[in-house]
Every structure is written in C-alpha cells, then in structure tokens.
Nanobody
C-alpha cells in the first residue's frame, strides 16, 4: 500500500520557521522525484519545491526562493521542506507528492496534507 504521510505543520508566527516531513512507503522511494505543493482556499495549487530522485537537483517557486530548502533522506524514505522567514502568504495546506516512472508507467502519489498557518 502506497502511503505519503506529512507532518510538521501548525501555527507559526510571521518571521518564524518550520520543517515539514513526508514519510513514504509502499514504493521505490529512490526512483521518484519528490515535490511539495500547497493550496490556500480560493487559490490554485502551487508547486513550492521539487527534488530529483537522486537528490542532486532542486527547484523552488519564486514565492519561496531563498527561504525554502527541500531535501531527502533515502535511508528514512523521507523528504523534508524547511521554510524560513514565514509570511502570512505562506498559509496553506501543504501536500507531498511523488512522481516518476515505474515499470514503464508514469505514476504519481499524493499525501493527505498538513496545514501551515502563519499568523500572530
């Protein structure tokens, strides 16, 4: 059974930081690129950060560039998103996503999300 379980969300003050975690199971974690998306009410889903299957490259949305770091730990089947200098605009549900080819098919998996609220 494929599972992506996010954690680390919560209420944080503007200017603060947090680290989100996503634990993967049920598939070949090291073969998949891992992505973090977020969506706020009334807004479109946004790709926040992406990291390649090997962990050798990462990309970030302009809205978080310079404030975000995505990393992965193959031994723990876990991907992380570190967010610093948090702003109210960062408030959203954050989703972990896996994407890659397996046995000739392109597959994607989604977690259920973790809520991040930035407010004083």
């Amino acid at each position: 059974q494929v599972q992506l379980v996010e954690s680390g969300g919560g209420l944080v003050q503007p200017g603060g930081s947090l680290r989100l975690s996503c634990v993967a199971s049920g598939f070949a974690f090291s073969d998949y690129a891992m992505n973090w998306y977020r969506q706020a009410p009334g807004k479109e889903r946004e790709l926040v950060a992406a990291i390649s299957s090997s962990g050798s490259s990462a990309n970030y949305a302009k809205t978080v560039q310079g404030r975000a770091t995505v990393s992965r730990d193959v031994a723990k089947n876990t991907v992380y998103l570190q967010l610093a200098s948090l702003k109210p605009e960062d408030t959203a549900m954050y989703y972990c996503n896996a994407a890659g080819f397996s046995d000739g098919y392109y597959r994607t998996y989604w977690g259920q999300g973790t809520q991040v609220t930035v407010s004083s």
